[in-house]
DNA sequence: ACGCTATTTATACACTTGCACAACAAGCTC
DNA sequence: GAGCTTGTTGTGCAAGTGTATAAATAGCGT
């Protein structure tokens, strides 16, 4: 049986065609598939040519982007990270709304997908599980998280005013704590055991706690149509 | 110059001198230094060499005692579950105190040393980081999981009981899953970022927003003496 | 004191890893 | 279209990986 796959088999140099994309790009190319090896297999299958063939192409074009592996995975876990806050902020952006509703919006946006998701979970887990080992993940992460409470308590002083309660600073960090803490656990609940919960139910019960959490009256129910 | 480190150079088969220890020594020490070797280098810097160094034995031992490599990582991260719940649910155990008093020292063991610990955090993280790919792994943290919030429900029945309240399972399912995520949450940032917490004030603000979410007085300054 | 056996060491092997470097060609500039 | 820059490929290498297996010895039963 001829080998119909290859019709010319004398003279066949056939280095591999390829394209010059623009550096942004293979940069980001290379980024997402780096994510993508870490979220399937790990630190350990994310290796040089895996992440390579994913992005369709070769390992050694990877050391004419980053100066070696360590930096490639620290950008990806940047990239992530930013994209994980940018998605939470983007969830307080409403106009004509009560801050009580911009507080409610956040947590359901937090606790509903896109942001519930077991891949992004995974891969959070795997990185921030090195970041007490190497100081550039732990600043990466240390930035990502002030930057999410202090977006919490931005919001809650908001609420708080609103009801025309003036709590001092020490209480508004206690609230911006304790809610973050709440969104986070439930989102690891949600991220590792999503089909134990009812849609939205995380959401409900997010709002519920942190709604007891700052002293609010539960008026859940009068917002519903 | 002569090498002094050996007075007998000729005829040296020297085999390294070892002893036998017993199987359940040997299995445990192998697990814990894979512990500390996944704690200090992630699971990539957990090679057989690597362990069976920290363990002390040599490399090829580890297959005399787990079929493989993924067995190994398993058993240790197993160990590592039963350990923390363990630990956990020791904070239950009081005689003479309310229902009030136990789950307050609850919250209080889960936020303090030794469960609060950068080792095990990174521990934990990169073992669940895995748990959606690998359905070992996923199975040994969701029945830890499940441990955790049941005994949480069972508190949690008793002292809505000793306030003369009866919940319905849903309204009390809803109060476990919302306290395991405080406490989940506060125990992440408490891990990730201890420095920027006093001694006791998470402990005091999980009391305080788990007493919230029950609809509990906040007695907490009367218990001070 | 002497085997016996199971624990332990040591070595070998096939394979993967990150990195270095030379060869090549894609596509812009003139 | 010729020439040049540089993005991209392919190959090579030393170090490290998990696993297999043979050789050695520690420590028990007798």
Redesign the pocket.
């Known amino acids: 049986m001829p080998d119909a796959a290859d019709p010319a088999p004398m003279n066949t ?1 056939s ?7 623009g ?1 942004e790009r ?1 940069r980001q190319d290379l980024i997402e598939a780096t994510l993508d090896s870490v979220a399937e297999h790990g630190l350990q299958g ?5 992440i390579a063939l994913r992005a369709g ?5 990877i ?2 982007y980053f100066p ?3 930096e490639l995975l620290q950008e990806a876990y940047a990239a992530l990270m930013g994209r994980m806050t940018e998605q939470a902020k983007a969830a307080l952006v409403m106009e004509d709304a009560s801050p009580r509703q911009r507080l409610a919006a956040f947590v359901t946006a937090n606790l509903n997908v896109p942001i519930i998701d077991t891949r992004v979970f995974s891969l959070w887990a795997t990185f921030i599980g090195r970041a007490s080992a190497d100081p550039t993940l732990a600043h990466v992460h240390r930035e990502g998280y002030l930057g999410f409470r202090n977006e919490v308590e931005a919001v809650v002083a908001e609420v708080l005013a609103a009801e025309r309660r003036s709590p001092d600073a020490s209480q508004l960090r206690h609230h911006a704590i304790a809610i973050n803490a709440i969104i986070d656990g439930l989102w690891i609940e949600g991220c590792l055991a999503g089909e134990m919960f009812s849609p939205g139910e995380l959401a409900t019960i997010g709002i519920r706690t942190i709604e007891a959490e700052l002293g609010l009256a539960p008026l859940a129910q009068l917002q519903e149509k």
Not at 46 to 50: F, N, P
Not at 57 to 61: D, E, I, K, Y
């Open positions: 140099p280095r591999r065609r390829f394209r010059r994309e550096e293979r994310a290796s040089l040519r895996a192409v070769t390992a050694g074009l050391r004419h070696g592996k360590e």
